[in-house]
């Protein structure tokens, strides 16, 4: 099939590439143009492991090509997809889907034959049948442009897995079992022919909602174990153990209980902040207060690994020396939107301490973002000095650092885990105090 994609971000980007690896003739198309020079060079432009062979490999075959060019883009396909970005809006909690908006009013009026537009992007419900009537209003007399919603799931560091075997596919069309629907299924013919995935068909509101209440519940289920971590450290209790032992029933599951720094990144807090905000907007605001709360939980923790931070030096933050290992919001991506990571950095240094950070893959983007503060090239490098190691990113090269090697460089041997990540024992064996969040008296 031939197909385009619009917007090169994560979710673009990845779709462009995983589409032509399954065989299909892709376009992927961005108003950026240094983007594109890049991309048509095969060249990924984030961390995402996996991804770079893939782009190479099927940018050299011509299976996917990229342009800024409107008119290019709707000659070369009826089937579209839509991928751009839904940031949250300055000053408020709703999504900004402006966005999704120009991309169906710029697009609808060059279509020159019957078009599919499916929305990939992370929106308000609602937004799909909105888009349906830009793209009525400004697709040519005799041109039927149909909208249908196809959410994406995709992790970062695991874009691609996720991409070419997904858990589940859903489509939300306004007529479900019509040539719609067939077509959104030819896209993914070569995943469900090779090795099938349930695949559930719906309307356009409830595939926009999949979505977004999929993401309400990651974070629900995250600030639900920082918050019995909240009275795991007042009790003297092991939070880390407490999720082993709840998470053993089925009902309730391991994953996603990862206690700690919490969540961030470019999807969870916007998400869960904008469904808030569109509740309201339909009158069942009551409905999603709650995430009000998994939000505040969520920004507690950070203050309380500054927290943590002042008790290790003392009290007093000025003067002291603190290595903050990680500024990605999560391993395995160089993203810094939103990050616990540079929150917790940030909040150390406004308080007087020198934070010097180290992340494998996220410096550039974290120097951008946060210029002010120190940054160093290794995590040895970090260490230098420091009366504090605090882990903010569970990178796997941290949980493998020697305690013997970073004792022989740091000023302190305190080891704070925001994370729950780091192995305890070797440390306090290499004469270190080990405390993390969410556990009390038992690990300290
Ligand atoms: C998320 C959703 O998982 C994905 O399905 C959706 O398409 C986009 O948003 P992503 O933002 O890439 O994906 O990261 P995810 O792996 O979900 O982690 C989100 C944040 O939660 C990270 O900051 C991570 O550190 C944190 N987290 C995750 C925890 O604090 N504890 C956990 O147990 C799991």
Known sequence: ????????????????????ELGHEVLGVDVDEAKIERLRAGE???YEPGLPEILRRQVEAGRVRFTTDYAEAAEFADLHFIGVGTPQRKGEFAADTSYVEDVVARLAPLLTADAVLVGKS????GTAARLQEIADWHAPAGVHVEVAWNPEFLREGFAVADTLTPDRIVIGVREPGGPV??????????????????????????AELVKVSANAFLAT???????VSEVC???????????????MDPRIGRRFLGAGLGFGGGCLPKDIRAFMARAGELGADQAMSFLREVDSINMRRRERMVDLATEACGGMLIGKTIAVLGAAFKPDSDDVRDSPA???AGMLSLKGAQAVVYDPQALDNARALFPTLAYADSAIE???????????????EFLELDPAAVTAVARGRIMLDGRNCMPADDWRAAGWTYRALGRGVSAS
């Open 382 to 396: 970090a260490c230098e000095g420091a009366d504090v190691v605090l882990v903010a990113t569970e990178w796997a």
């Open 342 to 344: 540079l929150n917790v």
């Open 233 to 247: 450290e007042a009790a003297g209790a092991d939070v880390t153990v407490l999720a082993d032992a709840i998470g």
């Open 181 to 206: 629907e067939e077509t959104v299924r030819g896209a993914y013919a070569p995943i469900l022919d090779s090795d099938p995935c349930p695949v559930i068909v719906t309307d356009l509101a409830t």
């Open 44 to 46: 990924v432009p984030f």
């Open 1 to 20: 099939m031939r197909m385009t994609v619009f917007g090169t971000g994560y979710l673009g980007t990845t779709h462009a590439a995983c589409m032509a």
């Open 122 to 125: 992370t929106v308000p419900v």
């Open 221 to 227: 289920k995250i600030s639900f174990i920082n918050a």
